[in-house]
């Protein structure tokens, strides 16, 4: 394949090359599809994987008071966007299931200041 694909969503386009990986969004055949979630790199030790937390607050209204909610996504990182950092803040986007735990893939990466 030539040239980076439009995956359809207002995204900045990868700093790295292919390696010939079908995997990958840009470059491969991996469509995305599904919703867009923002989070932070929390485990980065797998190969061509991450792990992302979602922080959100939600109302009680029964206690009137907050409670804070965590949620882990496992993601495919393809290896046009390079190595990512704990820390680092990504864009997620859902895809067809990859592994047992993988249905999410790194559509762009933002990394920690």
């Known amino acids: ?8 969503v207002d995204v900045r386009p990868p700093p790295g090359e292919w390696d010939g990986n079908m995997n990958c969004p840009f470059y491969g055949n991996l469509r995305v599809r599904g919703q867009i979630i ?29 409670e804070k909610r965590t949620r882990r996504y496992s993601a495919h990182l393809p290896s046009c966007i390079g190595d990512l950092n704990p820390g680092d803040k990504v864009r997620i986007m859902e895809c067809r299931p990859l592994s047992k735990t993988i249905k999410f893939c790194v559509i762009e990466s933002e990394e920690s200041k």
Do not use: F, L, N, P
């Open 1 to 8: 394949m030539s040239g980076i694909r439009d995956i359809g």
């Open 38 to 66: 923002e989070g932070i790199v929390s485990t980065s030790s797998m190969t061509d994987a991450i792990v992302v937390e979602r922080r959100m607050e939600r109302y009680m209204k029964k206690y009137e008071r907050y």
